[in-house]
């Protein structure tokens, strides 16, 4: 039974950092795709980044480029969210995906290709 479970979440002021992590259980990272995404109140869920194959290609959206790094840890089955210089529009729950089955940057952002999610870890960002 695969399963993600995000934890790092919290409250913080602006301009402040925080690291989530996702811990996988289930399955085994091969150079698949992980991928994090957001979900504001009242706003769709989003593309935030994700890291693919075998050489670790890391893609971001154009909102948290240069703030985020996705990164992963194969030895420990888990993939982290390095989020610094935080703002108040980051506040929202963040999920974290894997996929199996593509690969490459227009397609890790596409979250009709995530074939597992974990719950979520609430971010609050305050002013």
């Known amino acids: 039974q695969v399963q993600l479970v995000e934890s790092g979440g919290g409250l913080v002021q602006a301009g402040g950092s925080l690291r989530l992590s996702c811990a996988a259980s289930?399955?085994?990272?091969?150079?698949?795709?992980m991928g994090w995404f957001c979900q504001a109140p009242g706003k769709e869920r989003e593309f935030v980044a994700a890291i693919s194959g075998p050489g670790d290609s890391t893609y971001y959206a154009d909102a948290v480029k240069g703030r985020f790094t996705i990164s992963r840890d194969k030895a420990k089955n888990t993939v982290y969210l390095q989020m610094n210089s935080l703002k108040p529009e980051d506040t929202a729950v963040y999920y974290c995906?894997?996929?199996?089955?593509?690969?490459?940057?227009?397609?890790?952002?596409?979250?009709?290709?995530?074939?597992?999610w974990g719950q979520g870890t609430q971010v609050t960002i305050s002013s």
């Open positions: 995906a894997a996929n199996f089955r593509v690969y490459g940057d227009y397609a890790s952002r596409l979250q009709t290709n995530y074939d597992y």
């Open positions: 289930g399955l085994t990272f091969s150079g698949n795709t």
